[in-house]
């Protein structure tokens, strides 16, 4: 069975509700859903992610391929893995200068 989405409970979405004298009783998901959100692919790039997270302020996105739902990636996902990169790549020049310094120099 394919998940479609169809929309999403955010947190803006349940305040409206409690906002409410009173909540109906009769009261569903779709009436108080975001229909259509903005979602990503697993193909995006994490600095485009980034990009929609800084200029919209979410918290997180639905990830979807062809409007199926696959999951949920947040903030701190591309974070953390945009760090762990950063992180790697120092390393690596770490490394690399290191071995440099260690280098004898061509005798003539």
């Known amino acids: 069975m394919e998940k479609k989405l169809v ?3 955010t947190q803006t979405d349940i305040g409206h ?4 004298n ?3 009783e009769d009261m569903t998901v ?3 859903m ?3 959100p903005v979602s990503v692919s697993p193909l995006d ?3 485009d992610i980034l990009y929609l997270f ?5 918290a997180w996105l639905p ?5 199926i739902f696959l999951g949920i990636i947040h903030q701190s996902d591309v974070v953390e893995s945009l760090f762990s990169e950063i992180s790697s790549e120092k390393k690596d020049l770490e490394i690399s200068l290191k071995e440099e310094q260690h280098v004898e120099p061509e005798k003539s």
Not at 17 to 20: A, E, K, T
Not at 63 to 67: F, I, K, L, Y
């Open 63 to 67: 990830v979807c391929d062809r409007d």
């Open 7 to 9: 929309g999403v409970i």
């Open 54 to 58: 800084t200029r919209d302020k979410y």
């Open 17 to 20: 509700v409690l906002q409410l």
């Open 22 to 24: 009173e909540i109906p």
């Open 34 to 36: 975001t229909g259509y």
């Open 45 to 47: 790039s994490l600095e």
């Open 30 to 32: 779709a009436s108080v």
